[in-house]
C-alpha cells in the first residue's frame, strides 16, 4: 500500500534560516505528491505538487522536487520567516483503477514548525 | 466567502450522545471528503462521496454514517461518542476532472470534537 514517511518534528528554527523537511514515500505505480500547510487554527491549504519524476513544485519560497529514484519530496525554504509557523504534510494521491485518485491522500505524520524572531 | 465551511467549529458532549458535522462547499466541486485528524496531527481519510455516491469507506466504525443531500453537501452523524472519538474532523472537496490524479483538495477549518 501507500505510505508517506516525513522527519520527525517539531523543527525550531531561527528566522532566516534554511528550513529542509524530508518526505519519502512508498506508493504503487506513480503518485502524484504535495505539500499541505496547517497554520495554527486553521484547515491545510495546498501548499505545492508536482505530478511527475523531476517536476519541481514551487510556492512562496518554497520548493520540492520530485525524485523517482529516491522516493523523495523534500520541502526547503532558503529564509523561513515567523509567518512559516505552521504544521507541513507531506502527501501523495495514485490513479486508481477507474481512472481517478478521487483525492485519497496519503498523509505523512506532519511535522511542526516554528520559527523564532 | 468561505469556500468550505463546517459548523460547528467546537463539540464538546458526553460519552453516549449523538452528533452531527455539517460541511458545505460553493466551489462546484463534485467529490467530497472527511478526514480525521488525531491529537498527533496525523490525517487520515474517512469518507469520499463524488455527486452524492459513496466512493471511499475507510474502515470506520458504523457509528459513523456519512450524508449527502445534494453535491455540496456532506455530513457527518455520529452515534453513541466514545472517548476515541474526540478529534479535529476536516470537510475537503475537490475537482475531478484532472485524471492526473493530482485532485488538489480545499480543505475547511475543522470541527474540534471533545468527548467527555
Known amino acids: 500500500g501507500n505510505s508517506v514517511t516525513q522527519m520527525e518534528g517539531p523543527v525550531t528554527l531561527s528566522e532566516e534560516a534554511f528550513l529542509t523537511i524530508n518526505c519519502t514515500y512508498t506508493?504503487?505505480?506513480?503518485?502524484?505528491l504535495f505539500w499541505y500547510v496547517q497554520y495554527p487554527g486553521e484547515g491545510l491549504q495546498l501548499l505545492l505538487k508536482?505530478?511527475?519524476?523531476?517536476d519541481k513544485g514551487s510556492n512562496k519560497g518554497f520548493e520540492a522536487t520530485y525524485r523517482k529514484e529516491t522516493t523523495s519530496f523534500h520541502l526547503e525554504k532558503g529564509s523561513v520567516q515567523v509567518s512559516d509557523s505552521a504544521v507541513y504534510f507531506c502527501a501523495l494521491s495514485t490513479i486508481n483503477a477507474g481512472g481517478t485518485s478521487y483525492g485519497k491522500l496519503t498523509f505523512g505524520q506532519g511535522t511542526i514548525l516554528t520559527v523564532h524572531p | 466567502d468561505t469556500a468550505v465551511s463546517q459548523t460547528p467549529k467546537y463539540l464538546v458532549t458526553q460519552m453516549g450522545n449523538d452528533k452531527s458535522i455539517k460541511c458545505e462547499q460553493n466551489?462546484?466541486?463534485?467529490?467530497m471528503y472527511w478526514y480525521k485528524q488525531d491529537s498527533k496531527k496525523f490525517l487520515k481519510i474517512m469518507f469520499s462521496y463524488n455527486n452524492k455516491e459513496l466512493i471511499i469507506n475507510e474502515t470506520v466504525p458504523n457509528r459513523f454514517s456519512p450524508k449527502s443531500p445534494d453535491k455540496a453537501h456532506l455530513n457527518l452523524h455520529i452515534n453513541s461518542l466514545e472517548l476515541g472519538d474526540s478529534a479535529v474532523y476536516f470537510c475537503?472537496?475537490?475537482?475531478?476532472?484532472?485524471?492526473?490524479?493530482?485532485?488538489?483538495?480545499?480543505f475547511g477549518a475543522g470541527s474540534r470534537l471533545t468527548v467527555l
Open positions: 506508493a504503487t505505480g506513480y503518485p502524484s
Open positions: 475537503a472537496s475537490s475537482d475531478d476532472r484532472d485524471v492526473s490524479g493530482a485532485n488538489v483538495l480545499t
Open positions: 466551489l462546484g466541486h463534485d467529490t
Open positions: 508536482a505530478t511527475k519524476a523531476d
